[in-house]
């Protein structure tokens, strides 16, 4: 039994720190690539030290008391994380119904002026959603950090024009760097175009749906969400980020 429970801390411990070495490499370094590492490195160093670290637990109290502390901590973290994310993912694929005055993307990453893949699918969704309501009005926001040659806001506009949406159709935000303002942004855009009542829907990544028409709602925008599918193989990084943001969300009360 020992073994076997040496060797899972080794495998699940050196799986987790993998999963952040390898997407280091290939994306921004945010929240969600850090916590696997943050989480596994433990976890490979009992199982690497796991015959004195089992003398240690035998010793005493103080022992015994670190063995049940590590043992209910990550429980409780898989718990957490289990529950969450199934929360997440219930609310973030749920569609809003087509003939909105008004569809809002938010933005994400660019490579350069290029959008990321995460951000592809966000305007596939939006583009979809267009071709099947001809008289919404597509507001797309995000601003410009220092990597992206252009604003999201315009790469998303060049990108929905090069599929085939009307320009006249788009409006550009390009000074929003949060969802926050995304919505803060955007509304009096809305109110210009469509109306003070105008029925408001969003697109962004399905495990990102739920805290964002939590934080419209706190711009003064009730909005809908009309989620996209979010890139495979790293979703369970997207899960892990935003089960931390929710909770920073609902403890300083911007939920």
Request: charged fraction near 15%; glycine fraction near 8%.
């Amino acid at each position: 039994m020992k073994m076997l429970v040496k060797y899972l801390l080794l495998l699940i411990g050196a799986l987790l720190c993998a999963d952040t070495a390898f997407f280091l490499t290939r994306t921004s370094g945010h929240l969600g690539i850090w916590l696997p590492g943050i989480l596994g490195l433990p976890l490979l160093l009992m199982g690497l030290f796991y015959t004195p670290l089992c003398a240690f637990f035998a010793s005493g109290r103080a022992g015994q008391a670190l063995k049940w502390a590590i043992i209910l901590i990550y429980s409780a973290l898989v718990l957490f994380f289990a529950l969450t994310s199934l929360f997440l993912y219930k609310k973030g694929h749920a569609r809003a119904a087509y003939s909105a005055d008004a569809i809002v993307v938010l933005g994400c990453h660019l490579y350069g002026a290029r959008p990321s893949l995460t951000l592809t699918k966000r305007l596939d969704a939006a583009v979809e959603y267009l071709t099947h309501s001809p008289d919404t009005v597509c507001f797309v926001t995000g601003g410009q950090d220092g990597a992206e040659t252009v604003s999201e806001g315009a790469a998303m506009r060049a990108y929905l024009i090069a599929r085939g949406i009307d320009p006249s159709r788009i409006v550009t935000e390009e000074k929003a760097k949060s969802t926050y303002e995304n919505f803060l942004f955007t509304l009096p855009l809305i109110r210009a175009r469509c109306g003070e009542n105008a029925r408001v829907v969003f697109t962004t990544t399905a495990f990102h749906t739920y805290r964002s028409a939590r934080t419209a709602r706190r711009a003064g925008l009730e909005a809908e969400g009309y989620s996209a599918p979010g890139v495979w193989y790293i979703t369970f990084n997207d899960y892990l980020r935003e089960c931390v943001a929710l909770t920073a969300y609902a403890v300083t009360g911007r939920l």
